[in-house]
């Protein structure tokens, strides 16, 4: 049966009503913002949620939990982004429910650098701040910005590439997506690079994107080397799921281990295909930190103290010459056991 009109004008009223005196008695009862009756409520919001890229970011996050807990400041952690990473509308909506919500503040790492300046905007006019990771916001109205130095990453991609075909042959650049702030710095630091130090690396192609996910990368690595396989030496790509997509290419073709190949990020397959001799290196960044980092200072913030507008969080590359050094696996082998459940 359908509910008139007016009743459920009112049912939605009252349902309004009983809310606001919920949260009322709440902002009464227990201590001040960040005790244990009063946590500060934080929305963590990853570009995906599939990559383990992203599991490791979502496991800092609950460290950064875990040590402000220790130290008497209390966090609840709301984790919710697009399933996929090419989903800009969705990581709006994303932003503009947890803002309308009036959570504390938001830890974003934006898809796009233009399509999430308005909504995280409008969440600084509703006094909900922002700290953004990973990938830059063309804002000003952000908290800070805790990321890779992505453009050096681009730079050491290329010093690898380089010194792996020792400084002569065919490659090419298979880009991530457009509007990506830290891809696309990498792609510019690799280019850089690549000009200014490895005149003898001849670009073949630079103009082609992998897109959000790794089946859409290993089609884009398999037209390219349909195109180019026979002449190619070697290859630069930008993230964890380009990289796989152009392992899976590679292999595919039977081509792995015999062109150089320099990824980003990391996962085992990285790992395995390394010692196989399939890969010759792969940026690493530091994820488990960036979203500790950038939690903490979301808190900080929140707390009245000054806190940094930018925080480099580090970039190393891994080779097969240092693969097993304990502090290359300590950054490859996060214990995200630790951290998160099975299948989060």
Known sequence: MTMPHAARSWSWIAACAI?????????????????QQRP????VIPKGMTHEFWRTIHAGAIRAQRDLAAK??????????????????QQVQVVESFASQGIDGIVLAPLDEKALVRPVEEAARLKVPTVIMDSALASD????????DNFKGGELGADTLGQAMHGKGKILLLRYAEGSAST???????????EKAWPGLELVSSDQYAGATRDTAKRAAENLLNRYGRDLQGMFVVNESATSGMLLALQDAGLAGKLKFVGFDSNQAFVDA???GELQGFVLQNPFKMCRLAVETLVDHLQGRPVPKLIDTGVVVVTPE???APEMQALIKPPLELYL???E
């Open 19 to 35: 809310v606001s005196l919920s949260l009322a008695a709440c902002a009464k009862s227990g201590g001040p913002r960040g005790s």
């Open 40 to 43: 500060y409520r934080i929305a």
């Open 72 to 89: 008497g400041v209390h966090v609840e952690l709301v984790w919710k982004g697009p399933l996929r990473e090419d989903d800009r509308e």
């Open 141 to 148: 109205q952000i908290v800070s910005f805790v990321a890779t």
């Open 184 to 194: 696309t710095a990498r792609e510019a630091g690799f280019l850089a690079r690549r």
């Open 274 to 276: 390394m010692r196989k």
């Open 322 to 324: 240092n693969l097993d």
């Open 341 to 343: 459940k099975p299948g």
